[in-house]
């Protein structure tokens, strides 16, 4: 059974920093790509950043470009989200993904097969 669980979440000012981990059990991620989307209250589940197996190739949102920095340890199975500058807008529920297309489409949550529960990160202003 392949379990995703998200942590480092909380409630910041806009300005600080906050730091994701998503580790994973029941399945050796370094054969995957990885993601980490998020979602506004009553707003669809949007891409944040995804990762290649090996972590050589990373993509971003426009909008947290300069700002969020991907990582992954596959010795951990843990994929990280480094989130500076934060600002309101960066509000939601944050999940992460395994890719089950190769990395094809790294941007479309349907390519992600398993995810985690989420964790709540709210920028206030």
């Known amino acids: 059974q392949v379990q995703l669980v998200e942590s480092g979440g909380g409630l910041v000012q806009a300005g600080e920093s906050l730091r994701l981990s998503c580790t994973v059990s029941?399945?050796?991620?370094?054969?995957?790509?990885m993601g980490w989307f998020r979602q506004a209250p009553g707003k669809e589940r949007v891409f944040v950043a995804a990762?290649?197996?090996?972590?050589?190739?990373?993509y971003y949102r426009d909008s947290v470009k300069s700002r969020f920095t991907i990582s992954r340890d596959n010795n951990r199975n843990t994929v990280y989200l480094q989130m500076n500058s934060l600002k309101p807008d960066d509000t939601g529920v944050y999940y992460c993904g395994v890719d089950n297309l190769g990395f094809l489409t790294p941007r479309d949550p349907g390519a992600y097969v398993y995810w985690g529960q989420g964790t709540q990160v709210t920028v206030s202003s």
């Open positions: 029941g399945r050796t991620i370094s054969r995957y790509a």
């Open positions: 990762i290649s197996p090996t972590g050589s190739d990373t």
